[in-house]
């Protein structure tokens, strides 16, 4: 039986096999005629061709998604929060969701975009309050919960599921 937590078995990369992107499972499918290594449509679809390679093209792929997803709400809240950032990064990092660097600049690791959005929101916004707080200060999580305000349960569940995000 599957412990709760559990790290997920490895990937073998065989038709069905479950991928995730923003906390949606997708079937895996490997087919002969994709003109594109990785395409997402109602399943993952992955061209055979890629297959030797796909260790380095789906971080790659998901790195990709992750990138116009986090900037795209990146952009929207801080908007909706007037705090700016100078410029946003995708990182490799794994459990290091989000962090703000020095210059305005926030850090995002491409793992996040397999969580639901509510998940990545949280970072986002959690960062973004970092622009203004630097430090987990009561007044950093007010203004946190002033945004949203159920970000507590969105905070545990990252807590819960963080082994979950991986692909392999
Ligand atoms: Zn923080």
Known sequence: MAQVGAKPPK????????????????????????????????????????????????????????AKKISERCTWYAKKTGYEPRSIRITNARKRWGSCGSKRTLNFSWRLVLAPLEIIDYVIVHELVHLEQPNHSKLFWNKLRSILPDYEKRKKWLKDNERLLEIY
């Open 11 to 66: 990937k073998e990369f065989v038709n069905g096999e479950g991928f995730l992107l923003l906390g949606k499972t997708y079937r895996l499918q490997i087919t002969a005629e994709s003109a594109e290594y990785v395409e997402l449509r109602d399943k993952l679809y992955v061209s055979e061709g890629a297959l030797p390679f796909i260790g380095r093209l789906l971080p790659q792929w998901y790195r990709n998604q992750a």
